[in-house]
């Protein structure tokens, strides 16, 4: 299915050294920051988010209105939202789909046991380039307010996820849920094999890593004006550089995506808000 179409704009993008970074904006609207239209464009994506390649394919010979309420029992159906972390893994895996124009391999939420269960391992599994070029990119978010609780948390949450023990596991585990009609699934599948050395698929690998905070810069403006700009780009870079000053894992190639919010307490009740209406429909 087509993906929809871009609303994030990419203030910042760079590539080089281990860890290259996006600053992520939302942008403002009659004054207000999107809040509303970004919780309206995140419900776009659930499809492919939270069904199978196949019944993504569905959606376009069926009732879609059907499957878009699936995709929404799917995230969650829990009163208990406010502390949830879905949102954060449907923003990575909207940021990974926007900026590096990937492939979902896996939808994560679609195999949880129970529906308002939290879904363990890496948040998202998609590649990058095609069946030659493959890369796989294995994500963590944190949609947190707090940007240094975030950053202490993704590291320790990255390293724990990079030790052997726990990427042979969470490898089984990606391969039985891959959908063999996706055109990728016996290159995939290959790449995760437990004959293949570790060393290889680091060197086809990245962690996209998605942050999002309560931004003092967001909440100060009321429009994308020059002042915001630079405000913006350098809140972006100290948040990056305090990522970096972390203790990364060596050999391993990561990707951060900052997200700046106004407010997360009142983005989370207006996702709640719009999700629930898909589920009632």
Same mark, same amino acid.
């Given at each position: 299915?087509?993906?929809?179409?871009?609303?994030?704009?990419?203030?910042?993008?760079?590539?080089?050294?281990?860890?290259?970074?996006?600053?992520?904006?939302?942008?403002?609207?009659?004054?207000?920051?999107?809040?509303?239209?970004?919780?309206?464009?995140?419900?776009?994506?659930?499809?492919?988010?939270?069904?199978?390649?196949?019944?993504?394919?569905?959606?376009?010979?069926?009732?879609?209105?059907?499957?878009?309420?699936?995709?929404?029992?799917?995230?969650?159906?829990?009163?208990?939202?406010?502390?949830?972390?879905?949102?954060?893994?449907?923003?990575?895996?909207?940021?990974?789909?926007?900026?590096?124009?990937?492939?979902?391999?896996?939808?994560?939420?679609?195999?949880?046991?129970?529906?308002?269960?939290?879904?363990?391992?890496?948040?998202?599994?998609?590649?990058?380039?095609?069946?030659?070029?493959?890369?796989?990119?294995?994500?963590?978010?944190? &949609?947190?307010?707090?940007? +240094?609780?975030?950053? %202490?948390?993704?590291?320790? *949450? /990255?390293?724990? $996820?990079? @030790?052997?023990?726990?990427?042979?596991?969470?490898?089984?585990?990606?391969?039985?849920?891959?959908?063999?009609?996706?055109?990728?699934?016996?290159?995939?599948?290959?790449?995760?094999?437990?004959?293949?050395?570790?060393?290889?698929?680091?060197?086809?690998?990245?962690?996209?890593?998605?942050?999002?905070?309560?931004?003092?810069?967001?909440?100060? &403006?009321?429009?994308?004006? +020059?002042?915001?700009? %630079?405000?913006?780009?350098? *809140? /972006?870079?100290? $948040?990056? @550089?305090?990522?970096?000053?972390?203790?990364?894992?060596?050999?391993?190639?990561?990707?951060?995506?900052?997200?700046?919010?106004?407010?997360?307490?009142?983005?989370?009740?207006?996702?709640?808000?719009?999700?629930?209406?898909?589920?009632?429909?």
């Amino acid at each position: 299915m087509d993906k929809p179409n871009k609303f994030l704009e990419v203030r910042i993008h760079q590539l080089k050294g281990p860890c290259g970074y996006s600053g992520l904006c939302v942008g403002y609207e009659l004054g207000d920051w999107r809040a509303e239209q970004l919780a309206a464009h995140a419900m776009e994506w659930l499809p492919e988010f939270a069904l199978t390649a196949s019944e993504c394919e569905m959606l376009r010979h069926a009732n879609a209105v059907s499957f878009m309420r699936r995709a929404a029992h799917n995230v969650y159906t829990s009163a208990k939202f406010k502390n949830r972390g879905e949102f954060g893994e449907l923003f990575l895996h909207i940021a990974v789909r926007q900026v590096f124009e990937s492939l979902p391999a896996i939808s994560k939420i679609y195999y949880k046991s129970g529906t308002n269960e939290t879904v363990k391992g890496f948040d998202a599994v998609h590649i990058v380039g095609d069946k030659d070029s493959m890369e796989l990119w294995i994500g963590e978010a944190k &949609f947190y307010k707090n940007i +240094s609780q975030a950053i %202490k948390d993704v590291v320790s *949450e /990255i390293h724990t $996820h990079t @030790k052997t023990d726990y990427l042979r596991t969470e490898f089984a585990l990606i391969t039985n849920k891959i959908d063999n009609s996706w055109p990728h699934a016996a290159a995939l599948k290959q790449l995760l094999d437990a004959n293949t050395s570790l060393d290889q698929v680091f060197k086809r690998a990245c962690i996209p890593v998605l942050l999002t905070y309560d931004s003092d810069v967001v909440r100060t &403006f009321s429009e994308c004006n +020059s002042s915001y700009e %630079k405000g913006f780009k350098a *809140e /972006i870079a100290k $948040h990056y @550089k305090s990522f970096t000053t972390q203790k990364l894992p060596l050999g391993i190639r990561i990707h951060l995506f900052l997200l700046p919010l106004e407010e997360k307490k009142k983005l989370v009740a207006i996702l709640d808000r719009k999700l629930k209406q898909w589920q009632n429909l």
